[in-house]
């Protein structure tokens, strides 16, 4: 804060009822008049140069003349009333900071009570003065009998006029007596203190940082987290900067330093930032924001990422016969902690497999089953199955994959079951005697024996055996070559193998030798039948001429 203390004197004269106006003499500019150059005066241009001195009238004391620029300038001022004014420091009221006006009479009547009148007004638009005394030197006849707030000591009127504000005015009436006759001069100086004030408001920013982030998410959806700060209090936040630590586990494409330059009072900025989890558990997320002044503030959440989990277990007997059915049970667990949603199970069956059926609704396509499971919550399982066969022996490996909504694909996710195929002879025995039922004793009688594998592995070591029964044996034929003969039995050579869907065929011709119902009995052993043979019989009519009793 600055000031300048002026000072400067000006003249008001009065006539006793005998003289007339003379002029004044100014003490000129007392004092300090500006002791901070530097220190503008009220924004007001420097004072012009002042014109040439002109002369007032003189009484014989001396010459009474000013500088127009301290020269107070008079006016009329009413009946009997004069005026005179003085703007300090420059003498121009355009220019000037304090103007000092004095009204009084033009003539006043020795001995008798005259007033006048000290006017102080603050010329500029933006300084306040303070400090402003105006002092009146009394000549030695006159004498102050009142001055309102003024103070007399001796030839001394003193009016401490205390603070003026901008363009405001303040007055004092000056009641006095002049004794005897001749030319009364009042000449006042004032002075005062210019203060060049720095004005500005003292303000105080406040931030506030609020954060937003999912309470729960999957650990495949993104986390949004959503930044906002604030500033709630009275001033501008410069600098502004959110910082965002992510813990351990969390990452993102972008960046987690956002800079907001200046936020002015009730104004809010919101920033995104994007993070994906590793794995699923809980994330506490923490930021802050900081501007000029040591402005800070933070905010934290916590989100909990949650996983479904999923496991498919398959079991299938290890052991089967070609072209039998046999069930693959496939079971589909969640053993995470969210929901596994368009949970889809898929088993591929090997090539040489077919499926038959698929429980549950599943969709067989080719060489694919397919199962839509919806949604499975933590904890729950299904159970499916597929019945299938296989054409060929060997051995077979069943896959099962199942897939969900953010599960992760894992050695659990898939399993696999395997089937070792194996081949079954199947023989079939089959005899008749087509067109040789029934047979007239001495007529020949044919048995035709069929040997088919039926099954889906070649029979080996095949042997046929057959026994006639009211025949006696002619001859025979088969593929193992001719048979060896013991009286009405018949032992064909053993056939070395015969293959899946192959079939033989054995003739045993016999005479009818005796009547009545007879059976042919055939006993097929092979490597299949083992211990256990298989043993087929054939009925056949033998009769003579007697078979019809006397007819007459």
Not at 253 to 274: H, K, M, N, W, Y
Not at 502 to 512: H, I, L, Q, S
Request: hydrophobic share 35%.
């Amino acid at each position: 804060m600055t000031h300048a203390r002026l000072t400067q004197t000006f003249c008001a004269l009065f006539l006793g009822a005998i003289i007339g106006l003379t002029g004044c003499k100014s003490s000129g500019v007392e004092a300090e008049t500006n002791p901070h150059p530097e220190v503008p005066r009220a924004s007001q241009p420097a004072p012009t140069a002042a014109p040439a001195p002109t002369t007032a009238p003189s009484t014989g004391a001396g010459d009474r003349r000013m500088p127009a620029g301290e020269r107070p300038m008079a006016r009329p001022a009413g009946a009997g009333q004069q005026t005179v004014s003085l703007a300090l420091p420059t003498g121009d009221p355009s220019t000037g900071i304090l103007l000092i006006e004095k009204t009084g009479p033009t003539q006043v009547i020795a001995g008798a009570p005259f007033e006048y009148t000290i006017t102080a007004t603050n010329l500029t638009s933006d300084l306040e003065l303070r400090n402003v005394v105006v002092r009146d030197i009394l000549p030695g006849n006159v004498t102050v009998s009142s001055a309102a707030d003024a103070r007399v000591s001796g030839n001394s009127l003193e009016w401490s006029v205390g603070t003026l504000a901008p363009g405001a005015s303040d007055s004092i009436v000056v009641t006095g007596t002049a004794a005897g006759t001749g030319t009364v001069v009042i000449c006042a100086t004032a002075e005062y203190d210019v203060f060049l004030c720095l004005t500005f408001e003292t303000v105080q920013p406040q931030l506030v940082l609020t954060k937003e982030a999912p309470r729960e998410v999957l650990s495949c959806d993104p986390i949004e987290y959503v930044l906002i700060v604030e500033n709630t209090g009275s001033g501008t936040a410069s600098n502004v900067r959110i910082t965002d630590r992510l813990p351990s586990g969390l990452t993102t494409d972008g960046s987690t330093t956002f800079d907001l330059g200046d936020i002015a009072p009730g104004q809010s900025e919101r920033v995104t930032l994007t993070a994906m989890a590793s794995n699923k558990g809980s994330y506490t997320n923490s930021a802050t924001v900081t501007a000029d002044g040591g402005l800070s503030a933070t905010a934290e959440t916590t989100t909990i990422v949650r996983k479904p989990d999923l496991e498919v277990t398959k079991t299938a007997p290890g052991r089967a016969f070609i072209d039998s059915r046999f069930n693959y049970r496939i079971t589909v667990r969640n053993t995470g902690d969210a929901p596994a949603a368009d949970t889809v199970l898929r088993d591929t069956l090997p090539a040489g497999m077919t499926a038959d059926s698929a429980s549950d609704g599943g969709q067989i396509s080719g060489s694919t089953v397919t199962w839509n499971l919806g949604t499975l919550n933590p904890g729950d399982s299904r159970d499916v199955t597929i019945t299938v066969q296989g054409a060929n022996a060997g051995m077979y490996t069943n896959t099962a994959e199942v897939t969900a909504y953010c599960a992760e694909a894992t050695d659990r996710t898939r399993s696999s079951a395997d089937t070792e195929l194996f081949g079954k002879e199947a023989i079939l025995l089959e005899v008749v005697d087509t067109d040789y039922d029934p047979v007239l004793v001495g007529q020949e009688g044919r048995y035709i024996i069929t040997v088919t594998n039926q099954g889906s592995k070649t029979d080996t070591n095949i042997r046929i055996v057959a026994t006639l029964d009211g025949m006696d044996f002619l001859r025979a034929e088969g593929p193992s070559g001719q048979p060896s003969v013991s009286g009405r039995t018949i032992t064909f050579p053993p056939l070395a193998e015969l293959a899946p869907g192959n079939k033989v065929v054995y003739t045993v011709f016999g005479e009818a030798v005796e009547t009545g119902g007879r059976r042919f009995r055939i006993e097929l052993t092979s490597a299949a039948t083992g211990s256990n043979p298989v043993i087929e019989t054939e009925s056949t009519h033998i009769y003579d001429e007697s078979s019809f009793g006397d007819s007459k």
